[in-house]
């Protein structure tokens, strides 16, 4: 289905432009480091599932211009980034 709108990938380098990093760094919230400190988020977490439908749901608000995608391996990395800003 085309909705006219520009379609824009949402990647970590980006995601911070496009939207407030709250909800990310809610979904975070939790996560513990490994003993290197960094953190690690499997594809199919559901916390990613959640951030995917996140972005997908601002396709319905009428006045953006743009339809957002955010792939599974992009959205573990925005979690991960978010906990590390905690």
Not at 2 to 16: A, H, L, P, S, Y
Not at 49 to 64: C, D, F, K, P
């Amino acid at each position: 289905m085309t909705t006219g709108k520009k379609q824009v990938e949402v990647t970590i380098d980006n995601f911070w432009d496009l939207f407030p990093g709250d909800f990310a760094a809610a979904l975070a919230d939790g996560l513990e480091a490994n003993g290197d400190g960094e953190y690690h988020l499997s594809n199919d977490s559901p916390l990613v599932t959640r951030l995917v439908q996140w972005v997908e749901n601002h396709n319905r608000i009428a006045e953006i211009q743009s339809e957002y995608r955010i792939d599974r391996v992009s959205a573990a990395m925005v979690i991960c980034a978010s906990a590390s800003l905690v």
